[in-house]
Nanobody
Framework: QVQLAESGGGLVQPGGSLRLSCVAS????????LSWYRQAPGSQRELVAR???????QYLDSVKDRFAISKENAKRTVYLHMSNLRSEDTAVYFC??????????WGQGTQVTVSS
């Protein structure tokens, strides 16, 4: 069993920045696909960013050039660097790990609120 723990959410003004972190308790982190999703009230969960096993990265169109996903294998941590935040970025953000060894796991989510 792999546990994922997100942190770094909070309240930020429009145009501000946040860095989300997600730490995996164990597992073959270095060969996993790592993703950030978000879910706003009344909306479906959507993929925000994915760091694939082959190193390629995908972003939701609305966050391109504002968000960046990265990882540190030694710390089993994946990050989501968010800048120039907008009110429409307000959501609960979840990290996901998919590994051919460990399977699929989700974190509990961290709230991001963008408001003045």
């Amino acid at each position: 069993q792999v546990q994922l723990a997100e942190s770094g959410g909070g309240l930020v003004q429009p145009g501000g920045s946040l860095r989300l972190s997600c730490v995996a308790s164990r597992g073959a982190f270095s060969i996993a696909s790592l993703s950030w999703y978000r879910q706003a009230p009344g909306s479906q969960r959507e993929l925000v960013a994915r760091l694939n096993r082959d190193g390629t990265i995908q972003y939701l169109d609305s966050v391109k050039d504002r968000f960046a996903i990265s990882k540190e294998n030694a710390k089993r941590t994946v990050y989501l660097h968010m800048s120039n935040l907008r009110s429409e970025d307000t959501a609960v953000y979840f990290c996901q790990l998919m590994s051919p060894v460990d399977g699929e796991y989700w974190g509990q989510g961290t709230q991001v609120t963008v408001s003045s």
